[in-house]
């Protein structure tokens, strides 16, 4: 780079310094999930198939009781215990003994946390040093793979199914090395909408027990799957109780992306070091966001079953709507989530390429599916999280720029 462009560059802010930037940080990035609406934000008309933001409004009870906790209640606005609310950890205890059959002590094995990403980054720095290895199912979830080089380990990828997206346990198992501390699984999947099969996640466990090693469970989506099917929770696993941690979420659940919160189950042992990590970064969840997810685990549930419904309906106007172009794309039906990734059947054209085309000739935001892994290029992947209207008019616009490109 000659002086006059590093120095153009420069001006324009796009070159920061990185001298004594510490290493772990200068290894990660900021993932497409967010960087593609950061680049939409500067163009005019985009419509998304992007970050996973789902379109339903907070449901109006859990706005209500934070309205009267603010007006009402002085504690609102402090710090709670570093744990979180005792009663909503009480309440979360209850939630999971109830609906997942998990026996959690609320005083020594939950930790309400800042969104489940905070719980994923906590649980991964806990148990990986520098130099430890870390199997992600691939494609897999962007951030996973920045936590984990944040943690200065190391992301051993081992694919999935590619014809249905399931877990090949006995691939796992041959990528195991001394250095392996832990397997990170996300299910329901993000990003290719995969609900993992029971006697799989039975293998999985039996893997992590033969071999020592912890199980990171990322169940964000567990209450979203489709056509009936049941979601299966490895944290029901008697023998993984000590190697277990397992993360969860309010976000898509109770639409409450924007209020950041949520937890964090694991054994009191390990959770007593992942609690050092909180503390370090957080020192607790957001008194008015812990008032929130309270009001919606005690609060109707009819809300949940809505989003459910909803977004199963979204999830086949996408497929019929990619159906259109299968001169284009193939795809795995989603089971659960509301992602999908659109394989490209035409040769030679990467996953970023391709998104950026789409994002400043279309105006349609995708993910590029080489932010998920190795297995997630030649990929985009699409949200169905959005309103109907958002996904037919990006399906529209996407389709007629596809019929009049000619890629070489």
Known sequence: MSMSTRSALEASGRIFRSKGISRRVRQITISAIKEMPLLASRLEGCVSLGQGIPSFPTPPHIVEAVCHALRDLPESGKYTLGPGMARLREAIAEHLQRDKGIHAAPDREICVTVGAMEALSAAVLTV????????????????????VLLAEGVPVFVPLGAEDWQLDVEAMARAVTPRTRSIIVCNPHNPTGANFREADLRALAALAVERDLFVIADETYDFLTFDGQPHFSLATLPELKDRI???YSFSKKYAMTGWRVGYVHASEGVLDQIMKV????????PAVSQIAALAALEGPQECVAEIRGVLERRRNLICSSLDRLKGYFSYVRPRGAYYLMARMTHPGVSSMDLALRLLNEARVITIPGAAFGPEGEQHIRLSFGGLESEIVEALKRMEAWLDRQAFS
Request: net charge negative.
């Open 278 to 285: 909180h503390d370090a970064v957080a020192i607790c969840a």
């Open 128 to 147: 990986v040093d520098r130099g430890d290895e870390v199997i992600l199912p691939s494609p897999n979830y962007a951030s996973h793979i920045e936590q």
């Open 245 to 247: 941690i397992a993360t």
